[in-house]
């Protein structure tokens, strides 16, 4: 028994052809299945910034009708600050001219223009 060695001619374009289609093959592979994840994580990211959006409405709404509260809080309390503003300048006033009629009248008295009962 002799070994004696097979031969196999085969021509390598048609080897190199073959290769080079299937990595074109699994290029045409990659492509769809990289543009099929893009379109995906871009409608990903659309419904999360519609959510945020919606989230930070929501959050503006929140602390506009707080703002409103407080600010009709702060309305009453202005407006009740006015009325003892007013309240302590009529006081302010009549202790004032009371002071000035007992100064009249103690002048008066001093100077004796008014006489003794």
Do not use: W
């Not at 379109?39 to 959050?59: H, P, Q, Y």
């Not at 309305?75 to 007992?102: A, H, Y």
């Amino acid at each position: 028994m002799s070994n004696t060695p097979i031969q196999v001619t085969t021509d390598l374009g048609k080897i190199l052809e073959r290769i080079e289609q299937k990595i074109d093959k699994l290029d045409e592979k990659f492509e769809t299945k990289r543009d099929t994840l893009d379109k995906k994580v871009e409608t990903k990211l659309d419904k999360i910034d519609e959510r945020l959006n919606r989230l930070e409405v929501n959050r503006l709404e929140v602390g506009q009708t707080k703002l409103g509260g407080d600010l009709k809080a702060l309305e009453t309390k202005v407006g009740e600050l006015g009325k003892q503003i007013d309240d302590q300048k009529f006081i302010n006033c009549s202790v004032l001219i009371g002071l000035i009629v007992t100064i009249l009248g103690g002048a008066a008295k001093l100077f004796g223009l008014v006489g003794n009962p």
